[in-house]
Nanobody, 127 residues
Framework: QVQLVESGGGLVEPGNSLTISCKTSGGTFRGLAMAWFRQAPGKERELVAAVAANNGPVNYIDSVKDRFIIAKDSAKNTLDLLMRSLKPEDTAVYSC????????????????????WGQGTRVCVSS
């Protein structure tokens, strides 16, 4: 059983940066395909970024391209999301997800494809 615990959320002013992390335990970290999803108040959950198990191929939604970076850190067993040039519309609860036994090189974009979820960390972008 894989456990995911997010951390690093908080209040940040527009234009600033923030890194959130997802600590993984209970499974083989290198074998997991992972992703960050977010849900803003009154909106549907959406994929923010996804990374293949081999930490190679990545995918970002258009609104965060060139601002966010997703990466797996095998030394710490964490999935990190570096968020730069934050905007008020980035305000949401960010949750990490993991897929067990994925194809090594494949990115998974659909939330239904993920087996494990964290509880989420809240990010608020406001002045």
């Amino acid at each position: 059983q894989v456990q995911l615990v997010e951390s690093g959320g908080g209040l940040v002013e527009p234009g600033n940066s923030l890194t959130i992390s997802c600590k993984t335990s209970g499974g083989t970290f290198r074998g997991l395909a992972m992703a960050w999803f977010r849900q803003a108040p009154g909106k549907e959950r959406e994929l923010v970024a996804a990374v293949a198990a081999n930490n190679g191929p990545v995918n970002y939604i258009d609104s965060v391209k060139d601002r966010f970076i997703i990466a797996k850190d095998s030394a710490k067993n964490t999935l990190d999301l570096l968020m730069r040039s934050l905007k008020p519309e980035d305000t949401a609860v960010y949750s990490c997800a993991a897929k067990a036994t994925p194809k090594w090189w494949e990115i998974y974009l659909d939330s239904d494809e993920y087996d494990y979820w964290g509880q989420g960390t809240r990010v608020c972008v406001s002045s």
